[in-house]
Each structure stands twice: as C-alpha cells, then as structure tokens.
C-alpha cells in the first residue's frame, strides 16, 4: 500500500504544479493552454495610434499533432491511476521486483524537481503548445542552461517512473505512445522557435542538449553525468535504507560518502568543462603525478570491486548439494525473543532443507548478543522444532559471536560427532550475499565441506536494503583477505 501512495503522491504533486502554474497565470491574463488551439498577436499602429491584432496560423499538421500529445498526455494519467489501482505488475516481478518500485520513486522525485524547477525558472514564459502569438522571451539561465525541453524531460521521468513501479502492457503501450508525442512536440517546436526569436535560439540550440547536456558530449562530461547520477541515486538510497532498517544499519554511512566524492568529482570536472569551453583558468590545479596516482588506485579499486561483487552476486544464487551430512544455520539478531527477518528466512530455508533430505542433521550457531535476552541458537532451534522439525536432529552451538567463530565452533561439535577420519559434507544456511564471504572464511579454517567448498544454502536477500548488503561484503571480504 505504501507504493501505492507514493506513487499518487508523485503524479499529485506534478500536476498541481502544472495546474497550479496555469491558474496562476490565468489570474495575470495569460492563456497557458496553447495546444490545438490558434493565437491572435496585438500590437500598436504606429501611424494613427490604434491596436491591431494580427491572426497568426498554425498548419494543420501541428494542430494535428497538438490534439493528439494532448489525448495522450490527458489518457495515460487515466492508465497511470488504473495502473496504480489495480496494483502490482502484470509481469509478475517477485523478490528483486521491489527495486522496481524504489528505482521508480526515485525517478519519481527527480521528475517533480526537474518540473517545478523549469516551470519556475521559466516564469511567465512558460505555455503548453507552440505558442505562435510570440508573447513570450527566450529562456537559457538556470535549468534550461542545461536543457531546452526540461519540462518535457520531467514528463517523460513521472511517465517511466509509473511503469517501473506498476508495470502492466496496456500501460507500457500509453507510456511510449505519450513519450513519441512528446518528443514530436518538441521537433515542431524546434522548427517554429527560430522564427520567433531568430539566431539568438540558433546558438542555444547549438550549445544546449534537447533533453540535457552543453556542447558537444566528450569523455569529460559523459563522467560528470555518471558522477551526478550516482551522486543523487547515492543520497536517495541512504534515505531508502534508514526508511527499511533505520540509522542503525551498519556501515549505512558509506552512501553518504559517496554522494560527497561524487558531489566534488562533479565540482572538479564541471571546473575542466568551463575551461575547455571558456579558456578560463582551472580554480584546482592538481599535480600530474597525483593524478597519475589516483587514476591507478582508482582503477585497481574498480576492478577489485567488480571482481568481489560478481562473485557474491553468482553465489547468491547458489544450489545447494542433496543430502549433506550437516546443515550450519547461522545467527541474524533478535528482537526479543523473536528472529529478526534475515533469520526468519535462514531459519525457513533450513526447514525447506532439512524437510528434504531427512538424514541431515543441523547445527544452530548464535550466541547471545549484548542487547539480546536470549542467544541466537535456540531461537533458530526453537522456531524449527514448532514448524515440525526432530529435536534429535538439532545441536545447538550457542557460543558464537560472529561468522568466523559460527564456522569454527560448529565445525568442532560435527568433528566430536562425526569424527575426522571422514571428512563430513557440510552446507551452510545464510543469506544470499553472505555466502561468498562465509566459503572463504570457512577455506581460510581449512574447512572444505564439499569438493569444491563449504556448501552455500542461499536464503533470499531482502531488497531494497539488499542492495546495501551486497555492496557492504566488498568491504567485509576485502578485510577477511588482508587480515585486518
């Protein structure tokens, strides 16, 4: 439900403004709506002093065109509340679908801003159609420095923005026929423009992108995009994870240190791109042999990251071997005395397992944390033992404090049980992102599992926060590996 309101938050909020705009300048006298519709021009007689009022045309075309983005752009708001109504997507996105509805409430937000900013900036300028009774000036400063249609940008962010988050075909079809019109909109209007204000919009539309950007795209500006993208998605998803785990979330502050990097990346190379295009002197020379040396620490970084994270992305998707020997369940924090829901979904896929393949026998690790009544181990056995799992096939290791000491003391209770003359196939219950760093902690003990490592028995990763999770192991492993 909560989706659901944000997602009418969204259109509400966007078409006040646009509402909101139109009214007001209705109060001032001026006609906003000038789709399909034709427009007089008045001005003075110089030679007796009278008003003349000049009929000026649009072509058939045009007002065709105008008619039509203005059925569009009235029906898909229709399909969008439908949409949103009816509920979850068509497609029938599970798990991961989530992201879906964050990414499209981030997208969302952007196209408010980018709209109430341009209609703003735009001022008593601003109309919804060619306006061809030439009342208006040209705009450049502020946001259309960056943009000539940032107003019709932001229509098509709330547009995209919907079906992510409630994505069905019907509404798929209006989307892409509204965003069409949009755009052949704008390409009437790119060839009305230089008749009404002449070789001044000549050179802006040379030097302005016709949805974003300035002057020709080069290396440079292609990163500073990339950097502001990532700066902004980086601020909305610390808001997005302390919404879902609260502020408390270990390592959540890191989101907020990138956003910083990004936001004096972005200063850095805005400052080169108004040196290339101005010849204006650099604000911050750096040292080429600093340079040097940033882009190789950078680089190593980027490939150690990648490298870390595509190996905890494919072993979250790990199958797990049938019947091992012993099944590891590994602690996740309580609240009180009930699993928090990391381990609700640890402790069902135990279940899952060990109701599959019942000569298995399970190890419950967790000891009691400093803010918890009761440890970890007998919670997980607990909840197990009511789901209708044997007692006698659960031993409890209720010692533990963290994963590396999870893996060494249930490995020694298996060895006292099983012995060492054999080595015991052994699997591991975590979640998804966990896993990776868990075979390389039990590797490092020496313990192998199966033939090709410690078995992972993937629960599901919770998204949205999910995503934190994934990044943060980078970090975990690369500890692991350097020994800190």
């Keep these: 439900m909560i989706y659901r309101a944000i997602a009418f938050a969204l259109m509400a909020v966007f078409y006040t403004i646009y509402l909101g705009k139109m009214f007001l300048q209705r109060m001032r006298g001026i006609s906003t709506d000038q789709m399909g519709k034709q427009q007089n021009k008045s001005g003075k007689n110089k030679k007796n002093d009278t008003t003349v009022t000049t009929v000026t045309t649009k072509s058939k ?44 409430t981030y997208i969302g937000l952007i ?56 994505f069905n075909w019907l509404l798929l079809g209006f989307t892409v026929f509204a965003i069409v019109m949009l755009h052949i909109q704008i390409l009437q209007e790119e060839k009305f423009l230089p008749q009404l204000f002449g070789e001044e919009y000549l050179k802006y539309k040379a030097h302005t992108g016709r949805y974003f950007g300035r002057g ?56 080169v791109l108004i040196h290339q295009e101005t010849g204006r002197p650099l604000m911050i020379k750096i040292p ?65 397992y060990m109701k599959n393949n019942p000569n298995t026998r399970l190890i419950a690790s967790g000891g009691q944390g400093s803010d918890e009544i009761v440890s970890e181990a007998s919670v997980i056995a607990g909840v197990l033992i009511e789901m209708g799992i044997e007692e006698d096939r659960i031993i409890l290791e209720d010692q533990s404090r963290d994963t590396n000491e999870n893996i060494r003391n249930s490995y020694e209770l298996i060895y006292r049980e099983f012995g060492t003359e054999t080595k015991p196939e052994v699997g591991v219950v975590t979640n998804g992102f966990h896993i990776y760093r868990t075979r390389l902690i039990a590797a490092a003990q020496g313990h192998t599992g199966t033939e090709d490592g410690i078995n992972g028995i993937p629960a599901q990763t919770l998204f949205p926060v999910g995503i934190h999770y994934v990044v943060r192991e980078f970090f975990g492993v690369v500890q692991l590996v350097m020994g800190w």
């Design 288 to 352: 080429k042999f600093v340079k040097i040396l940033y882009h190789l620490f950078f680089g190593m970084a980027a490939v150690a990251f990648l490298f870390i994270e595509i190996n905890v992305v494919t072993y979250m998707n790990m199958k797990p071997k049938e019947n091992l020997d012993y099944v590891i369940v590994l602690g996740a924090g309580l609240n009180g005395t009930q699993p928090t829901r990391p381990l609700q979904l640890r402790i069902q896929k135990a279940y899952n």
């Design 61 to 104: 075309k045009v007002l065709l065109i105008e008619i039509i983005m203005k059925i569009a752009t009235y029906s898909i708001v229709v399909v969008e509340a439908v949409s949103i109504i009816k509920g979850d997507a068509a497609l029938g996105f599970t798990g991961r679908g989530i992201l879906l509805k964050v990414f499209g």
């Design 216 to 271: 020709k795209w080069s290396f440079t500006s292609v990163k500073c995009l990339i950097y502001t993208i990532t700066m902004i998605f980086s601020v909305l998803y610390y808001v997005t994870c302390i919404f879902y785990a609260r502020i408390t979330l270990s390592f959540v502050w890191i989101w907020l240190l990138l956003a910083a990097f990004c936001a004096v990346r972005i200063f850095m190379l805005h400052d």
């Design 111 to 166: 196209a408010d801003v980018i709209f109430f900013i341009s209609v703003w900036t735009m001022r008593d300028s601003w109309r919804a159609g060619i306006n061809t009774a030439g009342d208006t000036k040209l705009v450049t400063k502020g946001i259309y420095a960056f943009s000539r249609n940032p107003a019709f940008l932001a229509f098509d962010l709330l547009y995209i923005s919907i079906l992510l988050m409630y």
